[in-house]
């Protein structure tokens, strides 16, 4: 089955895409980077999975959650999507590398103010997938993708692999959006390193789970977890269940906080963003680090090749502003306004 979607370099598909090199690989298909024949040099990334009986076929699925995202800033775009006798395709936006290769190919260790900052980047990426309805059961580091290659967007993370998502609102009878029924059982979905014990229970996932989760990638970049290395579910299960201030070990303080807010939530609340923004900044304002600061992975060079820092005209024109107001006109995303957005109304 893989070797349907292995691939060459120099491989063109539908006489408009260039295969360049793979970029990841995963049970049903492989990812690309594409060069598109009709605007050249202009690189984009292509998914491409089997079409094989047995595959589970969620291409079409990402395909359509791309298509929710198309309004929102940080989410990829969706530039074409196709269907041949063996395989699926999609393209999108062409990210730079994912967190998982960003934090173990880092040359330093990565700072406490560096994990609170990822959290934030991580948390707008999830909200902006809970703001269209769906909870994305797979928050994972390799899951995580700089905006881009290089420049500013490659210091926001975008939540990218739709492949388990799962709509938690639906359409009633008159057009309104309601939330959907949980469930009582349902097949685990989700990696077992990163999942909420909820979802080890086969608990209906909800926006909470995709928050648990993220706190366990944010320790398992940080210091790992306790349950690293074990392969047994029992005994990952107990483990998930142990004090919070035993799992968070050495992360900030307020991490501890977040899974005890956390733990008050069911599968159909809306968690309060707002609430885990401010306790994962309280780490920057401890610290004084701010979204203008370089990231332990970024080499002087990459810094003065792509200009991300403030140019001498924006720190001219914006001379009134502190960096603390300049991180939010370069980043908007990680403004604090956008976690208190109500996102999708629902009618419970
Ligand atoms: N748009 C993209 N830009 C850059 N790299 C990407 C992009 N999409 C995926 N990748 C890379 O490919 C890997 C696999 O993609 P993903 O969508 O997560 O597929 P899978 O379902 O196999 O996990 C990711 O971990 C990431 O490293
Ligand atoms: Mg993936």
Redesign the pocket.
């Known amino acids: 089955m893989a070797e349907l979607v292995d691939f060459q370099d120099g491989k063109v598909i539908c006489g408009r895409w260039k295969v360049h090199t793979q970029?990841?690989?995963?049970?049903?298909?492989?990812?690309y980077?594409v060069e598109d024949l009709c605007n050249k040099g202009f690189m984009?990334?292509m998914?491409v999975e089997s079409n094989d009986v047995g595959n589970m076929g969620?291409l079409k699925l990402?395909v359509q959650v791309l298509g929710k995202l198309k309004d929102i800033p940080d989410a990829?775009r969706l530039y074409d999507m196709g269907k041949r006798k063996k395989y699926s395709f999609m393209v999108?936006?062409?990210?730079?590398?994912?967190l998982?290769?960003l934090a173990m190919r880092s040359p330093k260790t990565l700072s406490l103010p560096t994990i609170a900052r990822i959290g934030v980047m991580c948390l707008s990426a999830i909200k902006s997938i809970h703001d269209v309805g769906f909870v994305h059961r797979?928050v994972k580091p390799?899951?995580f993708?700089?905006g881009c290659?290089t420049g500013r967007l490659a210091r926001l993370l975008?939540l990218?692999?739709?492949?388990l998502i799962r709509a938690y609102m639906k359409e009633g009878k008159g057009g309104e959006m309601k939330m959907r029924k949980a469930r009582t059982t349902v097949a685990l979905r989700g990696t077992f390193r990163y999942c909420s014990l909820n979802t080890h229970n086969r608990l209906e996932q909800g926006r909470v789970d995709d928050l648990y989760s993220l706190l366990h990638v944010l320790q398992a970049i940080n210091r790992g977890l306790p349950w690293d290395g074990v392969k047994d579910e029992k005994e990952i299960m107990m483990k998930k269940a142990m004090d919070p201030s035993i799992i968070f070990k050495d992360a900030p303080a307020e991490f501890v906080t977040i899974a005890e807010y956390l733990m008050t939530l069911s599968s159909t609340d809306k968690p309060d963003y707002m609430k885990v923004y401010k306790l994962l900044f309280e780490e920057l304002e401890r610290t004084n680090v701010n979204f203008l600061m370089p990231y332990e992975w970024e080499t002087k060079r990459s810094d003065e090749n792509t200009m991300v820092e403030p140019s001498k005209h924006e720190r001219k024109t914006f001379q009134k502003d502190s960096d603390e107001k300049l991180q939010y006109r370069i980043y908007p995303q990680l403004n604090p306004k956008k976690f208190a957005d109500a996102g999708v109304q629902l009618l419970c």
Not at 23 to 31: E, P, Q
Request: glycine share 22%; with cysteine.
């Open positions: 970029l990841g690989a995963g049970g049903c298909g492989a990812v980077k984009a990334a998914k969620v990402e990829f999108m936006s062409l990210g730079g590398q994912d998982l290769n797979d390799g899951n993708v700089q290659t975008y990218i692999d739709f492949g």
